[in-house]
């Protein structure tokens, strides 16, 4: 079991610019949930997956923000015309999917700098 | 809106001096309470998770307990390695398909040799 890991580790953009974050979940882990973390704050909510599909999105998910999960396996997260606000930890985590409550395992995270 | 507090904010402890954080949340229906660890620049780490109230958790010198409306981890004879921020997150059940976690903004842990 190698946990979830994520890709790339750091990311500096410049304002406007479009970056796409990669996430890949520990095997069989059928939810993956994206997070944000700002300095200081604890991780926020921003959507999940149940294997191929998105099931919840976040009010603080913009339109600007885009996730996918093709064939339930790993996932992408998108920004289009980053904004300074946007610079944070997305943090990418993964769980079972047992039926009542279950562990999420979260990865390493990509810090994103938007200058 | 489920509601996640920590006190305090920061915690300075001596090697050896024990010590609680707290947890107090606020939710329409709990399915879970979980306890995470967060070294600086790292992802969480999960340490406990707790259903109902007056369930306890033990794993080394860290010991998670809780009520209806508060969770305390307690870190006994602490040693510097177990400087951290501390996450608080409750996973709420309005719907059966709400699964994400809502979280504390942590307690940052710092133990001196």
């Known amino acids: 079991d190698t946990g979830v890991s994520q890709d790339p580790r750091h990311k500096i953009t410049k304002r406007g610019q479009n970056v796409t974050f990669r996430c890949d979940p520990i095997s069989e882990h059928n939810r993956l949930y994206w997070y944000r973390q700002t300095l200081g704050q604890g991780p926020e909510f921003l959507t999940y997956?149940?294997?191929?599909?998105?099931?919840?999105k976040s009010r603080l998910l913009s339109d600007r923000f885009s996730a996918e999960r093709p064939k339930g396996s790993f996932s992408t997260l998108e920004i289009q015309r980053t904004e300074q606000g946007d610079s944070a930890m997305y943090l990418c985590a993964s769980s079972p999917g047992l039926a009542y409550t279950d562990t999420q395992y979260f990865g390493p995270g990509t810090r994103l700098t938007v200058l | 809106e489920d509601q996640v507090t920590q006190s305090p904010e920061a915690l300075r402890l001596q090697e050896g001096e024990s010590s609680s954080l707290n947890c107090s949340y606020t939710?329409?229906?709990?399915?879970?309470l979980f306890w995470y660890r967060q070294d600086p620049g790292k992802g969480p780490e999960f340490l406990f998770t707790l259903y109902s109230a007056g369930e306890e958790k033990e794993k080394e010198r860290l010991k998670a307990t809780l009520t209806k409306k508060e969770s305390f981890l307690h870190i006994t004879a602490p040693k510097p390695e177990d400087s951290a921020t501390y996450l608080c997150a409750v996973q709420a059940s309005p719907r059966s398909n709400d699964y994400k976690l809502s979280f504390g903004a942590g307690t940052t842990v710092t133990v001196r040799a």
């Open positions: 939710v329409s229906g709990l399915r879970g």
């Open positions: 997956f149940q294997n191929e599909a998105q099931l919840e």
